[in-house]
């Protein structure tokens, strides 16, 4: 597995991007995929997680930071996944990283533990500013 986050920038408060995450290795389409973020000075946080799939039986489930203003969702014929993020805010500047968990599953609250995830990208950058 070799994970590859990208998509990240320099936006307004207010603006939007998405960002991606390409998976060039071993195929896992049935295994969790996360975003977490690591902003300047704090530590790393969850941000979204997705199962399986988004439908089809499958769930996502999102920090109470970004909810209501992200989507996370994944296309398994690509080996991607994707995080649209919306109304940002200069709080989310970060550095953001995407993350594989080899178990088959919904996602929930558990899915916030970064030691549930064995394999990561390298991080994209995402700059809101004021």
């Known amino acids: 597995v070799q994970l590859q986050a990208f998509g990240g920038g320099l936006v307004q408060t207010g603006g939007s991007l998405r960002l991606s995450c390409a998976n060039s290795?071993?195929?896992?389409?049935?295994?969790?995929m996360g975003w977490f973020r690591r902003a300047p000075g704090k530590e790393r946080e969850f941000v979204a997680a997705?199962?399986?799939?988004?439908?089809?039986?499958?769930?996502?489930y999102y920090a109470d930071s970004v909810k209501g203003r992200s989507t996370i969702s994944r296309d398994n014929a690509k080996n991607a996944v994707y995080l649209q993020m919306n109304s940002l805010k200069p709080d989310d500047t970060a550095v953001y990283y995407c993350?594989?968990?080899?178990?088959?599953?919904?996602?929930?609250?558990?899915?916030?533990?970064?030691?549930?995830?064995?394999?990561w990208g390298q991080g994209t950058l995402v700059t809101v500013s004021s």
């Open positions: 993350a594989l968990d080899q178990a088959f599953g919904r996602v929930g609250p558990w899915s916030r533990s970064a030691l549930k995830y064995e394999h």
């Open positions: 997705v199962s399986w799939s988004s439908s089809n039986g499958g769930n996502t």
């Open positions: 290795g071993r195929t896992f389409s049935s295994a969790i």
